[in-house]
Nanobody
C-alpha cells in the first residue's frame, strides 16, 4: 500500500492550491475517512479538516476558504485551498483510513507536502 500526497507549492496570498492524497495498492478495498493536518515552522502539527462519509468539518482558521473531499472509487482525497493567507504556510499531511481486502483496517499518514504563501 502506498500513500502519495501532492499539490503543494509556492503561491501569492489570495491564490489557490489543491492538494491530493491517493492510496494505491492491490490490497486496498476502501477509503473511508480523510483528514488534513499542517505544521508551520516552529509550531506543533494542527488539524485542518476531516471528511467522514458525507460529513466535513473544518478548523475555524480555514472555514469558508478550504474544501475537503474524497472519492472512494479513486481512493483519493483532496483539499481545495482558496484565498490562501501567509499563515497557511506549512507542511500539509494527509491521514487516511479504510479497509484492506482482507477486512483489516488501515490508518496511514502521508509524507507531507510543502505549502508556502508569500504575502
Amino acid at each position: 500500500v502506498q500513500l502519495q500526497a501532492s499539490g503543494g507549492g509556492t503561491v501569492q496570498a489570495g491564490e489557490s492550491l489543491k492538494l491530493s492524497c491517493e492510496v494505491s495498492g492491490g490490497t486496498v478495498f476502501s477509503l473511508n475517512d480523510v483528514g488534513w493536518y499542517r505544521q508551520a515552522p516552529g509550531k506543533q502539527r494542527e488539524w485542518v479538516a476531516t471528511v467522514t462519509g458525507a460529513t466535513t468539518t473544518y478548523a475555524d482558521s480555514v472555514k469558508g476558504r478550504f474544501t475537503i473531499s474524497r472519492d472512494n472509487s479513486k481512493k483519493t482525497g483532496w483539499l481545495q485551498m482558496n484565498n490562501l493567507k501567509h499563515e497557511d504556510t506549512g507542511v500539509y499531511y494527509c491521514n487516511v483510513n479504510g479497509f484492506l481486502r482482507n477486512l483489516e483496517e488501515y490508518d496511514y499518514w502521508g509524507r507531507g507536502t510543502q505549502v508556502t504563501v508569500s504575502s
